[in-house]
Protein backbone atom coordinates (compact mmCIF):
# COMPACT_ATOMS: atom_id res chain seq x y z
CA UNK A 1 0.00 0.00 0.00
CA UNK A 2 1.33 3.77 -1.12
CA UNK A 3 -0.04 5.98 1.67
CA UNK A 4 1.76 9.62 1.86
CA UNK A 5 3.00 10.11 4.95
CA UNK A 6 0.59 13.51 5.35
CA UNK A 7 -2.27 11.06 4.51
CA UNK A 8 -4.70 10.58 7.53
CA UNK A 9 -6.30 7.10 7.36
CA UNK A 10 -8.56 6.41 10.60
CA UNK A 11 -7.69 3.35 12.28
CA UNK A 12 -11.05 1.00 11.05
CA UNK A 13 -10.62 1.78 8.00
CA UNK A 14 -10.08 -1.20 5.30
CA UNK A 15 -7.86 -0.22 2.26
CA UNK A 16 -6.37 -3.36 -0.33
CA UNK A 17 -2.59 -3.44 -0.23
CA UNK A 18 -2.92 -1.79 -3.72
CA UNK A 19 -4.44 1.03 -2.74
CA UNK A 20 -2.75 4.44 -3.19
CA UNK A 21 -3.65 7.63 -1.20
CA UNK A 22 -1.95 10.63 -1.85
CA UNK A 23 -0.84 13.79 0.55
CA UNK A 24 -3.29 15.12 3.09
CA UNK A 25 -5.82 12.92 1.59
CA UNK A 26 -8.58 12.15 4.70
CA UNK A 27 -10.16 8.53 5.41
CA UNK A 28 -12.69 7.77 8.44
CA UNK A 29 -12.67 4.41 9.80
CA UNK A 30 -15.88 3.12 7.65
CA UNK A 31 -14.56 3.15 4.85
CA UNK A 32 -13.72 0.07 2.92
CA UNK A 33 -11.38 0.72 -0.67
CA UNK A 34 -10.87 -1.86 -3.06
CA UNK A 35 -7.78 -3.00 -5.46
CA UNK A 36 -5.93 -0.70 -7.81
CA UNK A 37 -8.11 2.55 -6.31
CA UNK A 38 -6.33 5.98 -6.38
CA UNK A 39 -7.30 8.63 -4.23
CA UNK A 40 -5.93 12.15 -5.11
CA UNK A 41 -4.41 14.94 -2.85
CA UNK A 42 -6.56 16.28 -0.48
CA UNK A 43 -9.56 14.16 -1.16
CA UNK A 44 -11.92 13.37 1.91
CA UNK A 45 -13.66 10.02 2.34
CA UNK A 46 -15.50 9.03 5.14
CA UNK A 47 -18.82 7.82 6.71
CA UNK A 48 -19.53 4.32 5.65
CA UNK A 49 -18.30 4.44 2.26
CA UNK A 50 -17.18 1.53 0.14
CA UNK A 51 -15.17 2.02 -2.80
CA UNK A 52 -14.57 -1.38 -5.45
CA UNK A 53 -11.77 -2.12 -7.34
CA UNK A 54 -9.77 0.61 -9.86
CA UNK A 55 -11.51 3.78 -9.17
CA UNK A 56 -9.79 7.43 -9.50
CA UNK A 57 -10.91 9.47 -6.82
CA UNK A 58 -8.94 13.26 -8.05
CA UNK A 59 -7.96 15.86 -5.32
CA UNK A 60 -10.06 17.55 -3.42
CA UNK A 61 -13.34 15.36 -3.97
CA UNK A 62 -15.79 14.49 -0.93
CA UNK A 63 -17.10 11.35 -0.77
CA UNK A 64 -19.51 10.30 2.19
CA UNK A 65 -20.09 13.37 3.72
CA UNK A 66 -23.47 13.62 5.42
CA UNK A 67 -25.99 14.59 3.52
CA UNK A 68 -27.65 17.92 3.36
CA UNK A 69 -30.96 17.11 4.06
CA UNK A 70 -32.18 19.06 7.11
CA UNK A 71 -34.35 16.08 8.07
CA UNK A 72 -31.00 13.61 8.59
CA UNK A 73 -30.53 13.21 12.27
CA UNK A 74 -26.93 11.93 12.06
CA UNK A 75 -28.71 7.84 11.28
CA UNK A 76 -25.89 5.31 10.24
CA UNK A 77 -26.04 5.58 6.33
CA UNK A 78 -24.23 4.20 3.38
CA UNK A 79 -22.38 5.29 0.13
CA UNK A 80 -21.96 2.49 -1.68
CA UNK A 81 -19.70 2.73 -5.28
CA UNK A 82 -18.55 -0.05 -8.21
CA UNK A 83 -15.71 -0.38 -9.71
CA UNK A 84 -13.67 2.00 -12.42
CA UNK A 85 -15.61 5.14 -11.85
CA UNK A 86 -13.72 8.46 -12.09
CA UNK A 87 -14.68 10.94 -9.32
CA UNK A 88 -13.17 14.52 -10.77
CA UNK A 89 -12.19 17.63 -8.57
CA UNK A 90 -14.65 18.91 -5.64
CA UNK A 91 -17.20 16.37 -6.86
CA UNK A 92 -19.66 15.80 -3.73
CA UNK A 93 -21.26 11.80 -2.80
CA UNK A 94 -23.27 11.84 0.20
CA UNK A 95 -24.52 8.94 1.66
CA UNK A 96 -28.25 7.91 2.39
CA UNK A 97 -31.14 8.75 4.56
CA UNK A 98 -33.22 6.44 6.60
CA UNK A 99 -36.22 8.13 4.60
CA UNK A 100 -34.90 6.73 1.38
CA UNK A 101 -33.68 3.42 2.23
CA UNK A 102 -30.41 4.65 3.73
CA UNK A 103 -27.97 3.44 0.39
CA UNK A 104 -26.58 5.93 -2.42
CA UNK A 105 -25.73 3.49 -4.56
CA UNK A 106 -22.96 4.22 -8.02
CA UNK A 107 -22.67 1.69 -10.36
CA UNK A 108 -19.46 0.94 -12.84
CA UNK A 109 -17.91 3.37 -14.92
CA UNK A 110 -19.25 6.31 -14.20
CA UNK A 111 -17.38 9.97 -14.97
CA UNK A 112 -17.82 12.70 -12.36
CA UNK A 113 -16.76 16.06 -13.53
CA UNK A 114 -15.79 18.57 -11.64
CA UNK A 115 -18.01 19.96 -8.88
CA UNK A 116 -20.85 17.09 -10.10
CA UNK A 117 -23.12 16.43 -6.89
CA UNK A 118 -25.09 13.13 -6.28
CA UNK A 119 -27.31 13.56 -3.47
CA UNK A 120 -28.06 11.81 -0.60
CA UNK A 121 -30.60 8.32 -1.87
CA UNK A 122 -29.52 8.47 -5.48
CA UNK A 123 -29.50 5.25 -7.39
CA UNK A 124 -27.19 5.79 -10.24
CA UNK A 125 -26.42 2.93 -12.93
CA UNK A 126 -23.41 2.26 -15.24
CA UNK A 127 -21.39 4.17 -17.92
CA UNK A 128 -23.09 7.38 -17.24
CA UNK A 129 -21.42 10.83 -17.58
CA UNK A 130 -22.01 13.64 -15.01
CA UNK A 131 -20.30 17.37 -16.66
CA UNK A 132 -18.94 19.92 -15.03
CA UNK A 133 -21.62 21.24 -12.08
CA UNK A 134 -24.26 18.40 -13.13
CA UNK A 135 -26.33 18.37 -10.07
CA UNK A 136 -28.79 15.50 -8.34
CA UNK A 137 -31.28 16.12 -5.81
CA UNK A 138 -32.20 13.62 -3.09
CA UNK A 139 -33.88 10.13 -4.49
CA UNK A 140 -33.07 10.42 -7.99
CA UNK A 141 -33.23 7.57 -9.57
CA UNK A 142 -30.29 7.32 -13.14
CA UNK A 143 -30.39 4.15 -15.76
CA UNK A 144 -27.09 2.98 -17.15
CA UNK A 145 -25.65 5.16 -19.41
CA UNK A 146 -26.99 8.37 -19.18
CA UNK A 147 -25.16 11.61 -19.93
CA UNK A 148 -25.99 14.89 -18.36
CA UNK A 149 -24.55 18.22 -19.20
CA UNK A 150 -22.42 20.70 -17.53
CA UNK A 151 -24.82 22.67 -14.99
CA UNK A 152 -28.10 20.58 -15.72
CA UNK A 153 -29.91 19.72 -12.39
CA UNK A 154 -32.66 16.89 -11.80
CA UNK A 155 -35.04 17.70 -9.44
CA UNK A 156 -35.37 15.15 -6.06
CA UNK A 157 -37.94 12.20 -6.49
CA UNK A 158 -37.48 12.50 -10.52
CA UNK A 159 -35.69 9.73 -12.69
CA UNK A 160 -33.43 9.50 -15.97
CA UNK A 161 -34.39 6.62 -18.37
CA UNK A 162 -31.33 4.46 -19.78
CA UNK A 163 -29.26 6.23 -22.40
CA UNK A 164 -30.86 9.23 -21.98
CA UNK A 165 -29.39 12.75 -22.66
CA UNK A 166 -29.78 15.79 -20.85
CA UNK A 167 -28.26 18.89 -22.42
CA UNK A 168 -26.22 21.81 -20.49
CA UNK A 169 -28.17 23.77 -18.84
CA UNK A 170 -31.13 21.61 -18.56
CA UNK A 171 -33.94 21.48 -14.96
CA UNK A 172 -35.10 18.26 -15.61
CA UNK A 173 -38.74 18.28 -12.72
CA UNK A 174 -39.94 15.19 -14.24
CA UNK A 175 -39.38 11.71 -15.20
CA UNK A 176 -37.26 11.97 -18.85
CA UNK A 177 -37.97 8.23 -20.70
CA UNK A 178 -35.24 6.19 -21.36
CA UNK A 179 -33.70 6.95 -25.00
CA UNK A 180 -34.93 9.94 -25.25
CA UNK A 181 -33.31 13.77 -25.21
CA UNK A 182 -34.24 16.44 -22.79
CA UNK A 183 -32.90 20.27 -22.75
CA UNK A 184 -34.77 23.59 -21.76
CA UNK A 185 -36.32 25.42 -18.45
CA UNK A 186 -37.89 23.50 -17.62
CA UNK A 187 -36.62 20.79 -19.67
CA UNK A 188 -38.33 19.09 -22.37
CA UNK A 189 -38.22 16.16 -24.89
CA UNK A 190 -36.68 17.08 -28.06
CA UNK A 191 -36.03 13.96 -30.14
CA UNK A 192 -34.28 10.39 -29.66
CA UNK A 193 -30.72 10.21 -28.64
CA UNK A 194 -29.81 8.11 -31.89
CA UNK A 195 -26.24 8.65 -31.63
CA UNK A 196 -25.83 7.39 -27.64
CA UNK A 197 -27.98 4.50 -28.82
CA UNK A 198 -25.97 3.97 -31.95
CA UNK A 199 -22.28 4.24 -29.96
CA UNK A 200 -23.90 1.39 -27.65
CA UNK A 201 -24.78 -0.98 -30.28
CA UNK A 202 -28.48 -0.46 -31.42
CA UNK A 203 -29.03 -1.76 -34.49
CA UNK A 204 -30.65 0.45 -37.20
CA UNK A 205 -33.60 -1.69 -36.77
CA UNK A 206 -33.83 -1.09 -33.00
CA UNK A 207 -33.24 2.84 -33.30
CA UNK A 208 -36.18 3.15 -35.53
CA UNK A 209 -38.34 1.31 -33.71
CA UNK A 210 -37.37 3.76 -31.01
CA UNK A 211 -38.51 6.93 -33.31
CA UNK A 212 -41.75 5.16 -34.43
CA UNK A 213 -42.11 4.97 -30.35
CA UNK A 214 -41.37 8.55 -29.76
CA UNK A 215 -43.69 9.08 -32.53
CA UNK A 216 -47.00 7.52 -30.98
CA UNK A 217 -46.12 8.37 -27.58
CA UNK A 218 -45.57 12.36 -28.39
CA UNK A 219 -46.00 13.70 -31.05
CA UNK A 220 -49.38 11.73 -32.38
CA UNK A 221 -51.14 13.53 -30.58
CA UNK A 222 -52.87 10.88 -28.40
CA UNK A 223 -54.25 10.66 -24.82
CA UNK A 224 -50.89 8.80 -23.21
CA UNK A 225 -53.24 5.86 -22.00
CA UNK A 226 -54.12 5.42 -25.81
CA UNK A 227 -50.55 5.83 -26.98
CA UNK A 228 -49.24 3.20 -24.36
CA UNK A 229 -51.69 0.70 -25.54
CA UNK A 230 -51.37 1.20 -29.38
CA UNK A 231 -47.55 1.44 -28.72
CA UNK A 232 -48.29 -2.10 -26.54
CA UNK A 233 -50.19 -3.30 -29.41
CA UNK A 234 -47.70 -2.62 -32.68
CA UNK A 235 -44.28 -2.82 -30.83
CA UNK A 236 -44.44 -4.32 -27.45
CA UNK A 237 -42.91 -7.62 -28.30
CA UNK A 238 -39.85 -5.69 -28.90
CA UNK A 239 -37.26 -5.18 -25.76
CA UNK A 240 -36.11 -2.12 -26.33
CA UNK A 241 -40.07 -1.10 -26.31
CA UNK A 242 -40.45 -3.11 -23.39
CA UNK A 243 -38.08 -1.02 -21.30
CA UNK A 244 -39.92 2.07 -22.88
CA UNK A 245 -43.41 1.10 -21.84
CA UNK A 246 -42.01 -0.32 -18.15
CA UNK A 247 -40.01 3.23 -17.63
CA UNK A 248 -43.83 5.01 -18.61
CA UNK A 249 -46.16 3.05 -16.86
CA UNK A 250 -44.43 3.12 -13.75
CA UNK A 251 -43.75 7.17 -13.33
CA UNK A 252 -44.82 8.71 -10.23
CA UNK A 253 -43.74 12.20 -10.87
CA UNK A 254 -45.11 12.72 -14.27
CA UNK A 255 -43.44 12.28 -17.91
CA UNK A 256 -41.17 15.13 -19.38
CA UNK A 257 -43.08 15.68 -22.38
Known sequence: M????TAVVAPGARL????EVGPY?????QVTIGAGTTV???AVIEGRTRLGERNRVFQFASVGAQPQDLKYAGEDSALEIGNEN???????????????????????????????????DCQVGNGCVFANAATLGG???????????????????????????????AMVVMDVPPFCTAQG?????????????????????????????YRILFR????????????????????????????ITTTQRGLTR
Not at 2 to 5: D, L, M, R
Not at 25 to 29: D, E, F, H, M, Y
Not at 144 to 161: E, F
Open 2 to 5: SVHP
Open 16 to 19: HPTV
Open 25 to 29: AVIGP
Open 40 to 42: GPH
Open 86 to 120: RIREFTTLHKGTTGGGGVTRIGDRNLFMAYAHVAH
Open 139 to 169: HVEVGDHVILGGLAAVHQHTRIGRHAFVAGG
Open 185 to 213: DRAELVGVNSIGLARHGFSEEQIARVKEA
Open 220 to 247: SKLPLEEAVERLRTELGDQSEIQVLLSF
